[in-house]
């Protein structure tokens, strides 16, 4: 008996060591990511663990550990000037969503989630079977957009390479990701997660600003 809880104790104390650990390597890629502009999780944590000479793999975080330290890092130490450089994002993704409203776009990425920063760009699915589509509404009304493409896992047995718009506008670089009408009924697959990724309609999106609106209200109230 005094040897099975020895071996018990010893159990606890190794993961209670590996959640330490884990707790110190996602704070310190928010870190790496909040102030030296990393963006890619994975490079992060790599880094962080390179950093704090933490190299087993038990004791990597995951990507939503890392998301979930960013948004605290970033309450902490950026404040009020984070959480109004957002609402500005947001705003303005309001508006492009409104502008877009023919290609049923939706909120996507960092802005939507709220670990946004002063670089990051508005990024927005949009939904037509036609491509060009896209393309064609930005030259008709006068906006140069840069092409580019970018992959996406619809499912865990199917991808996608879909094209990507850049634009720039009220300072703001906007990502504009176009995907089949079909891709509307399931989101593609997040890469912090592999989950669905989180998206918002412009009435979500106005919701969730309704919603900052009150909390900002009710955080300024003495």
Do not use: C
């Not at 009408?181 to 106005?206: C, F, I, N, W, Y």
């Amino acid at each position: 008996m005094p040897h099975a809880h020895a071996r018990r104790y010893a159990h606890e104390h190794a993961l209670t060591r590996t959640r330490e650990r884990r707790h110190r390597l996602a704070n310190e890629a928010a870190r790496l990511m909040a102030e030296g502009g990393i963006r890619d999780y994975h490079q992060a944590k790599l880094k962080a663990a390179d950093r704090l000479g933490i190299h087993d793999d038990a004791s990597l975080p995951r990507n939503r550990e890392i998301e979930d330290a960013l948004r605290e890092y970033q309450r902490l130490f950026a404040g009020e000037s984070h959480a109004a450089g957002l609402r500005a994002r947001r705003e303005a993704a309001a508006r492009a969503l409104e502008f877009l409203a023919r290609f049923d776009p939706r909120l996507v990425g960092t802005v939507l989630d709220g670990t946004a920063d002063a670089n990051s760009p508005v990024a927005l699915h949009l939904h037509a079977d036609d491509a060009d589509a896209v393309p064609r509404f930005l030259a008709e009304h006068a906006i140069p957009a840069e092409a580019r493409s970018r992959r996406l896992r619809l499912d865990p047995h199917r991808e996608l390479d879909a094209p990507v718009w850049l634009f720039s506008a009220e300072d703001l670089t906007f990502d504009l990701t176009v995907l089949p009408q079909a891709v509307l009924r399931q989101a593609p697959l997040s890469g912090v997660d592999e989950r669905p990724m989180k998206r918002a309609s412009l009435a979500q999106l106005r919701q969730l600003l309704a919603e900052d609106e009150i909390s900002a209200y009710e955080a300024a109230l003495p």
